[in-house]
């Protein structure tokens, strides 16, 4: 049994703050789970989908977001309680969806948990979903720590079922990715059937319908404000005069921060969890007991805004500070040192920094790298080989990004998911140069199909190369339409990628397996002519992921590579192809050599068709 499947009431389990979510979610009798993996959510439908099956979820990959949250949304208007979860930007995607089931409303309950990121460790930006609350008038909670986060879902649900609304779980990095000890509750057993009841006049959003449902939708945030007010998760700790106004994992922060400063007995601090609507009436009798207030937030001045309406309204003349130069910063994440400095200067108390922390000068760099043996390289390095410096090259969101990086230096210009395709259209209208997109297999079935289409409707002249590797590898290989592996190990269809990209209407479609670097370049100068015609070609790359097929698939490797005394010390090997199983190093005669680390080499051989000096070495089985 999974210890997230654990019935033992009381007991304790150390969990990451997304493993919190889910057994939240499972003490809910959550039955139908759908998302599109994203950093960093990508742990919640991963855990669903090794448990669902056992647990009695019914589990989705979705192909994006929107999709998820629509599939998520029929089961929830059908009676069936339903989660999503997708990383900040996924609810960009959604948002079309999303902002119109606020007013539709659920039967049962409905959270979708939204991963913010700041400092954008994995993320294009940085972006506040607070807001996306605020602009959809749906209620919003934020935990600050996994017991939190496990604790918050059942009354999400509650809350969307009162109200008959989807809620907003709103997480961070640093509370998804953190461990904590999480205290379980009841496990509820039984299935539930859905049942849907036709209510076309509520469920059909034409716009006389959607006139009554966004009357209604207003009416139940005054009455979710109510709910806001006396939430168990918004709470005053203290009764000093100094104010401080937080959220979510900021509360940490300034514990941590209140408690260096040595002002314990000096602060109250209003530590919101449920943050939309606003508990107004909250705060303002927290300002009447204060003499001056900052609010210590991540990102955004969501909160400060809030606080400052407040004091506007009820005529309360005091110092509120909050972002700013001398308070707290508006980009990337907050730590406790940060927040000391903001407190230290805003209530005139010293700070005490720690003494630095001594580490060794001489650390090798560590830059982000596609791992040894991937097709994505030999890729980029037949693409670059062949179109060169003066092609424009669009990419898109997956492990081939990393294709920015030197040597391959493959990547031009990214926006967002499936931004490669239609930028490249763009950019090949006001161009007299090659276009070359790149897009991932998982990429290209999320948000790249109407790019393409588009395409091929205004004969754009551009290569699209979709870099097939079987796998959504760099979220943790999920699994996407054009593979079968599904799970609980289903079998369910696949779609072919070539079929859906010649059903588009592109004419010349290639596919050529990348590791085979002189059939991939010979196909290469093809494509080249074909585009002085003008018109969509598409490359298929396809090589499966070795990182997936080992661990996954347990295929075994049989042979590495090895540089043998034939080196002329060209370097080629590092400056061209930067495969990071290659080193640089002294021999033993006190000179440099080019050496293969056999620990790292995958077995690959795209090196040894570059290098007459490097030959294979068998494994032993």
């Known amino acids: 049994m999974h210890e997230l499947l654990s019935p033992e009431k009381g007991g304790k389990r150390l969990l990451l703050g997304n493993e919190a979510i889910i057994r939240g979610a499972l003490e809910a009798n959550v039955r139908f789970v ?320 720690p003494a630095p922390l001594s580490a060794p000068q001489d650390l090798p760099a560590r830059p982000p790298n596609l791992c040894p043996g991937c097709p994505h390289r030999a890729t980029f390095y037949s693409i670059k080989k062949i179109f060169g410096e003066d092609a424009v090259y669009p990419t898109d969101i997956g492990c081939y990004t990393l294709g920015l990086l030197p040597p391959l230096q493959m990547a031009d210009f990214l926006i967002c998911m499936g931004s490669s395709v239609s930028t490249a259209g763009g950019f090949s209208r006001v161009l007299d140069r090659p276009v070359v997109a790149f897009i991932g297999d998982s990429t290209f079935f999320h948000s790249g199909m109407t790019g393409l289409v588009n395409a091929v409707t205004h004969d754009r002249n551009i290569l699209l190369v979709i870099m097939d590797n079987g796998t959504t590898a760099m979220t943790g290989h999920q699994p996407h339409p054009g593979v079968s592996i599904t799970p609980g190990g289903r079998k369910e269809p696949k779609v072919d990628v070539e079929q859906v990209v010649r059903g588009c209407g592109v004419q010349r479609v290639t596919v050529v397996n990348p590791l085979n670097v002189k059939k991939t370049q010979a196909a290469l100068e093809e494509i080249k002519e074909d585009l002085k015609e003008g018109g969509v070609s598409v490359l298929i790359s396809r090589s499966p992921c070795p990182l997936f097929e080992r661990r996954a698939l347990g295929i075994k490797q049989r042979v590495v590579f090895q540089v043998t005394d034939a080196c002329d010390l060209c370097r080629d090997c590092l400056s061209q192809l930067g495969c990071p199983a290659f080193v640089w190093e002294r021999d033993g005669a006190g000179g440099q050599c080019v050496r293969i680390n056999e620990t790292l080499c995958n077995g690959c051989a795209v090196c040894a068709q570059l290098c007459d000096a490097v030959k294979p070495k068998k494994l032993e089985a």
């Open 34 to 353: 759908a998302a599109y993996p994203g950093t960093p959510s990508s742990e919640i439908i991963d855990g669903f989908a090794r448990l669902g099956h056992e647990a009695g979820v019914e589990v989705e990959y979705s192909v994006n977001e929107k999709v998820s949250v629509e599939s998520a949304c029929a089961a929830a208007i059908s009676g069936v309680r339903s989660l999503c979860s997708m990383k900040h930007v996924g609810l960009n995607v959604a948002a079309d969806a999303f902002m119109t089931l606020a007013y539709v409303g659920v039967k049962a309950g409905m959270v979708i948990v939204t991963a913010d990121d700041p400092s954008l460790h994995s993320s294009q930006n940085e972006q506040d979903n607070r807001f996306y609350a605020k602009m959809a008038h749906v209620p919003m909670l934020e935990p600050a720590t996994p017991q939190e986060a496990k604790d918050m879902v059942q009354p999400a649900y509650e809350i969307s079922e009162r109200f008959r609304i989807p809620c907003l779980l709103r997480t961070t990095t640093r509370v998804n990715h953190c461990r904590g000890v999480v205290e379980l509750g009841d496990l509820p057993s039984g299935s539930v059937q859905g049942d849907f009841q036709r209510d076309p006049f509520n469920l059909v959003v034409v716009p006389m319908v959607g006139r009554k449902l966004r009357l209604q939708l207003l009416e139940k945030e005054k009455q979710l404000q109510e709910v806001s007010e006396s939430s168990p998760f918004n709470r005053v700790e203290g009764s000093g005069r100094w104010g401080i106004v937080t959220s979510g994992v900021s509360v940490l922060h300034v514990r941590d921060a209140v408690r260096e400063l040595g002002i314990q007995d000096k602060v109250s601090v209003l530590s919101l969890g449920m943050t939309s609507p606003i508990p107004e009436r909250l705060i303002g009798d927290f300002l009447q007991n204060v003499d001056r207030v900052m609010v210590v937030e991540e990102l955004d001045p969501y909160l400060e805004e809030a606080v400052r309406n407040v004091a506007q309204k009820m005529g309360r003349s005091l110092t509120i500070a909050g972002k700013g130069p001398a308070g707290i910063p508006q980009a990337f994440e907050l730590d406790s040192l940060k927040v000391q400095k903001a407190l230290g200067r805003f209530f005139d108390v010293p700070v005490q920094a």
